[in-house]
C-alpha cells in the first residue's frame, strides 16, 4: 500500500494528535519529530507529546502557544503558529474523517522512515564489519507497529480467562518421543514454548533431536531442522533410516534406493502435511538473524511456514552481539532463540552441552550444569539424556527432566536406542534413584 503523507495529512495527523485521546495512545511510540516535513510541524508534535506526558492530557491550542512560546527561534514568531493551528483545526474532514485509515498510514509512514533511519545509520556499520547490527536495526524497523495490547485486566476477563484455561484441553499439543513425558506434560509441549535437551559429548543430542523432528512430521507438522554441525546429507540420512527403518549402513547400497524411496513416499502419504526442511550453516557463523532471515525467504520463495524449529545445537550459534563472556554470551542467545519461538508461533527444540565431567555422574540435574543453567532457565522445558558405558553397549539410556514448567519435573524415563536405525523409544526399565 503506498501512503500519501502530504502537508495536507501532515495537518491532520495533528489534529488527530492533539484532539482524538485514542489516536494519540496508538500513534505517539510511533511517531518521531523529524518524520515531520515542516519544523512547525514537529514542534507542534513534539509540545503535545510533551504536555500529555506530564499532566495526561491533551493540552488545548492555547496551553500549545503558552509552551511554545519560550522555545521560540530568533526568526520565529508565535502568531506563525497560532496561524498553523487554524489551518490544521480547518483540516478536509474528508482528510480526517477515517480514523482507521489513518492510523493505517502513520504506521506505513513511520515504518519507512524507520528503515531509511537504519539504512543511514547501517552506513558506518558497514564499514567496519558489524553486519549483525545492522541486521538488528533493519528488523526493528520492520517490527514497527501500533501494538495496543495492554494486557490482561484480572477482575474485569474473569469469563475469558477461565474459557481459555477450561478450553486447553482442546490446544494444539507437540509430542516428545517419549510418552511419559507427554502424559506429565498433558499430551505435549505447546507453541511459542522452547525445549532444550542436555547431555554431554557423543551421548546422542543430535540424535535425539532427529528423532523429535519425526515425531512431529509422524502428527503432520512442518518442521525446520537447522545444523550448525553436521552436513545436511548426514542430517538427511539420519532421517532415511529413522522414517524407512532401513539401517545407516544399507543406505549407501544403491540396491535399496528404491526401497528407502517407496518407505519416504508411503511415510508421507501416511502422515499428510508433513514436511522437512534441513539447513545447515557454517559452525559458529549464523546468528538468530540468520534463523530470521532463513525464515522470511522460506515464507516468500517456497510458501513453507514451519510448526517446529530444531537448532542442533544451542553453543554453536553465535550472539546477535558481542558479548565476552561466554556464559553471558549462550544465556543471551538462548533468549533471543526463545524470543523467535513466540514471534512466529511455533515450537522450539534445541540442544546444550555439559562438560565431558557430565559423564561422571550417573544423572545430569541442574546441580550438575553450573553457570549452563542460565540456558536452561530461559527454556519451558529441558531434560538431560545419561548412559553408561554399559548403557551404551546395550542400547539403552535415561532421560531426566530437569524443567517443566507446564508438567512434573525431576523424574527419569528410560530409553531404548536401536543404532542401527538411529530410533529412540520408550522401554521399560526402572531404574534406582528415580525421584519421582
Given at each position: 500500500m503506498a501512503y500519501d503523507f502530504s502537508e495536507n495529512i501532515q495537518r491532520g495527523i495533528l489534529y488527530l494528535l492533539k484532539s482524538n485521546k485514542d489516536f494519540y495512545l496508538q500513534i505517539i511510540n510511533l511517531v518521531q519529530p523529524d518524520y515531520f516535513e515542516y519544523p512547525s510541524h514537529a514542534k507542534i508534535f513534539s509540545n503535545v507529546k510533551a504536555h500529555y506526558e506530564k499532566y495526561g492530557k491533551l493540552p488545548t491550542d492555547d496551553f500549545i502557544i503558552q509552551d511554545i512560546k519560550p522555545k521560540l527561534g530568533s526568526r520565529e514568531n508565535a502568531s506563525d503558529y497560532e496561524d498553523e493551528l487554524a489551518y490544521i483545526n480547518n483540516v478536509d474532514?474528508?482528510?480526517?474523517?477515517?480514523?482507521?485509515?489513518?492510523?493505517?498510514?502513520?504506521?506505513?509512514?513511520?515504518?519507512?522512515?524507520?528503515?531509511k533511519a537504519a539504512i543511514a545509520d547501517s552506513i558506518s556499520l558497514i564499514?567496519?564489519?558489524?553486519?549483525?547490527?545492522?541486521?538488528?536495526?533493519?528488523?526493528?524497523a520492520l517490527l514497527i507497529n501500533r501494538d495496543v495490547d495492554t494486557?490482561?485486566?484480572?477482575?474485569?476477563?474473569?469469563?475469558?480467562?477461565?474459557?481459555?484455561?477450561?478450553?486447553?484441553?482442546?490446544?494444539?499439543?507437540y509430542k516428545t518421543v517419549l510418552p511419559s513425558i507427554n502424559k506429565s506434560l498433558e499430551g505435549g509441549l505447546g507453541a511459542k514454548e522452547m525445549a532444550m535437551v542436555v547431555a554431554p559429548?557423543?551421548?546422542?543430542?543430535?540424535?535425539?533431536?532427529v528423532n523429535q523432528g519425526v515425531q512431529s512430521m509422524i502428527e503432520g507438522r512442518k518442521v525446520l531442522y537447522i545444523s550448525l554441525e553436521m552436513s545436511e546429507d548426514k542430517i538427511a540420512q539420519r532421517f532415511d533410516s529413522i522414517m524407512t527403518l532401513v539401517p545407516q549402513?544399507?543406505?549407501?547400497?544403491?540396491s535399496n534406493q528404491l526401497t528407502v524411496k517407496e518407505r519416504l513416499e508411503l511415510f508421507q502419504t501416511e502422515f499428510p502435511g508433513s514436511q522437512l526442511v534441513i539447513k545447515e550453516f557454517p559452525t559458529g557463523q549464523a546468528t538468530i538473524n540468520t534463523i530470521r532471515n532463513l525464515l522470511v525467504q522460506?515464507?516468500?520463495?517456497?510458501?513453507f511456514e514451519p510448526d517446529l524449529l530444531i537448532v542442533d545445537y544451542l553453543e554453536l550459534l553465535r550472539p546477535t552481539r558481542d558479548i565476552q563472556q561466554e556464559y553471558h554470551a549462550q544465556q543471551k542467545t538462548a533468549e533471543e532463540l526463545r524470543g523467535v519461538a513466540m514471534e512466529y508461533n511455533f515450537l522450539v527444540w534445541t540442544a546444550t552441552?555439559?562438560?565431558?565431567?557430565?559423564?561422571?555422574?550417573?544423572?545430569?540435574?541442574?546441580a550438575e550444569l553450573g553457570?549452563?543453567?542460565?540456558?536452561?532457565?530461559?527454556?519451558?522445558?529441558?531434560?538431560?539424556?545419561?548412559?553408561s558405558e554399559e548403557e551404551f553397549d546395550e542400547g539403552k539410556m535415561r532421560a531426566y527432566v530437569i524443567k517443566s514448567r507446564n508438567g512434573r519435573p525431576r523424574f527419569i524415563v528410560p530409553m531404548d536406542v536401536d543404532y542401527n536405525i538411529l530410533r529412540m523409544t520408550e522401554g521399560d526399565a526402572v531404574f534406582a534413584g528415580d525421584d519421582s
Open positions: 474532514t474528508s482528510t480526517v474523517g477515517n480514523t482507521e485509515y489513518m492510523l493505517d498510514l502513520v504506521e506505513g509512514f513511520a515504518k519507512k522512515e524507520a528503515m564499514k567496519e564489519n558489524r553486519i549483525d547490527e545492522v541486521e538488528a536495526l533493519v528488523r526493528k494486557g490482561q485486566d484480572y477482575f474485569t476477563d474473569l469469563t475469558g480467562r477461565w474459557d481459555r484455561i477450561f478450553n486447553k484441553k482442546n490446544e494444539v499439543k559429548p557423543g551421548v546422542g543430542k543430535s540424535l535425539y533431536l549402513f544399507k543406505l549407501k547400497d544403491p522460506l515464507k516468500n520463495y517456497d510458501e552441552q555439559t562438560n565431558r565431567q557430565g559423564r561422571m555422574v550417573k544423572i545430569i540435574t541442574d553457570d549452563s543453567y542460565g540456558k536452561i532457565r530461559t527454556c519451558d522445558f529441558a531434560m538431560s539424556l545419561n548412559q
